[in-house]
């Protein structure tokens, strides 16, 4: 008895600090970590993951394909028809139209604020909603989404923009809506990431926008609900081919003793990062198989190709990553978040306006007419916008045919959903006759995060998180369900 207690006595004195604080957790802690969290605690155990009081009722849809468009896509040349503004070219926009509203330090010490005509003609699709000329292939669905003309948000720089869309905060560190969804709601499919992301860039990389990895971060939240990215080149995610000499069988020994080991470091200090990693080091391995396949188009018949456009055959274009959505979606990844970069028009918007248009709008259309015929669009939600639109009035020389733009525009602006529970053909919301403030039915970023969380059967009030004290949500304290363009 003496030689135990000495041996146990030594093995207590060679702990570190961060040992014994660890293994603390495994008593009093992990009472108390139980108490605060509740059923979030207690569903960890779940096959699949997600919360075992969610979905909090039937959702129309299943899955969630994000089309972001970063840099601001204008929306009074793309998708708020605004016949004055051809009229009034050249000339101020009223003080009174203007006041109140919150600028860019590029263009709030202007003197003069000159009304900027679109940049192309308007006519009206099958729905009867007016869509740019510059939008040809968006206006031949117009019958099939649902065109929200009155966003507002209070971000007018590009990242903070972009981080606000994505995790209800204009500041970094808050889970990411793909990481919300994962959490509540957990995996389809085993074999593949439940949240996937892709990014790509106009050709002539124009606006210079960067990815943040936390745009699609877990934030707080276990990491195993983070996006995985993938890559336009080369392997799709990093080390997916195994060295030479390496074979399946030695692979699987090999994850199998990791996870043992991890296993045992669970057991002694109870932290839920070390589940985490003996999770994706199997999903690593399960994606060695389900990515190649993936990722393989040659299966792929040549008028569906056709459909995307020619930029499809090029790997980490945006025509390639949205026929890639459509295939995860086929496959039951619940969260594709796609990001293209190139909107940013300050000085350039009478050329690039147009490239950017052809690179995205028919392989975006492409993707909802593809779902559709193969019964995927009733239950997979589309979304299609940037993170602000673009001011009414012109940056720049307006009368230089070339160099002049919009600058970063909050208070107004347009974006388009389709398919699952979505009233199809609709327009929503309404600005005044410069498109410069929303007069009618205001979504705000939270109203619209609430919308999609509600369309996959979340009641956003429910889906939280304990952090430091406090409970966190994807909205805030904010977000009302926008029930007038729900189907």
Not at 28 to 35: C, E, F, K, R
Not at 38 to 47: I, L
Not at 273 to 283: D, G, K, L, S
Not at 382 to 390: D, T
Request: charged share 20%.
């Amino acid at each position: 008895m003496l030689s135990e207690f000495v041996q146990h006595q030594a093995s207590c004195l060679n702990n570190t600090r961060r040992q014994f604080f660890g293994k603390s957790a495994m008593g009093v802690g992990t009472a108390a970590l139980a108490s605060m969290l509740g059923k979030e605690a207690t569903s960890a155990s779940a096959p699949l993951g997600g919360l075992s009081n969610f979905p909090n009722y039937p959702g129309k849809a299943k899955r969630i394909i994000y089309l972001m468009q970063t840099g601001a896509p204008s929306h009074v040349d793309l998708l708020d028809y605004k016949p004055l503004t051809f009229q009034k070219h050249g000339e101020n926009i009223p003080d009174s139209v203007r006041e109140g509203v919150r600028l860019s330090t590029m263009t709030a010490g202007y003197d003069n604020y000159p009304t900027l005509a679109p940049q192309a003609q308007f006519h009206r699709g099958p729905s009867g909603t007016m869509i740019s000329d510059l939008l040809p292939y968006t206006r031949e669905i117009s019958d099939k989404i649902c065109v929200v003309n009155s966003m507002h948000t209070e971000a007018v720089n590009h990242a903070p923009a972009v981080t606000f869309f994505l995790t209800g905060h204009q500041l970094p560190g808050r889970p990411s809506m793909g990481a919300w969804l994962s959490y509540g709601l957990g995996s389809a499919n085993e074999d593949l990431p439940n949240f996937m992301v892709m990014t790509s860039v106009d050709r002539q990389n124009s606006c210079g926008q960067l990815f943040y990895d936390y745009y699609w971060g877990s934030g707080f939240i276990p990491t195993k609900h983070q996006g995985v990215k993938f890559r336009g080149t080369g392997d799709p995610v990093l080390y997916l081919s195994d060295p030479d000499g390496v074979s399946r069988k030695m692979k699987k020994g090999m994850i199998d003793d990791i996870a043992a080991l991890n296993t045992e470091h669970y057991n002694e200090v109870a932290d839920p990062e070390i589940q985490t990693r003996i999770a994706q080091y199997e999903m690593a391995y399960r994606m060695q198989t389900s990515v190649p396949d993936l990722t393989d188009i040659s299966d792929e018949p040549q008028h569906i190709l056709d459909m995307y456009g020619p930029d499809v055959h090029r790997p980490g274009s945006f025509a390639r990553n949205c026929l890639m959505a459509r295939r995860m979606a086929e496959r039951g990844v619940q969260y594709v978040q796609l990001m293209h970069a190139g909107w940013d028009q300050h000085n350039n918007i009478p050329t690039q306006l147009a490239i950017q248009c052809k690179d995205t709008d028919q392989p975006s259309a492409a993707l909802v007419k593809d779902l559709e015929q193969r019964g995927l669009l009733d239950d997979t939600l589309v979304v299609w916008g940037g993170e602000f639109g673009r001011t009414p009035f012109g940056q720049g020389d307006i009368t230089n045919p070339l160099k002049h733009g919009r600058d970063h525009h909050g208070a107004a602006f347009s974006l388009w959903m389709a398919g699952a529970g979505v009233q199809p053909g609709m327009q929503y919301g309404k600005t005044d006759e410069y498109g410069y403030n929303v007069v009618e039915n205001k979504v705000h970023i939270h109203d619209f995060q609430a919308t999609l969380l509600h369309l996959m059967g979340i009641d956003h009030e429910q889906l939280t998180f304990r952090f430091q004290g406090r409970r966190f949500r994807l909205t805030d304290v904010h977000g009302h369900v926008v029930k007038d363009i729900l189907g």
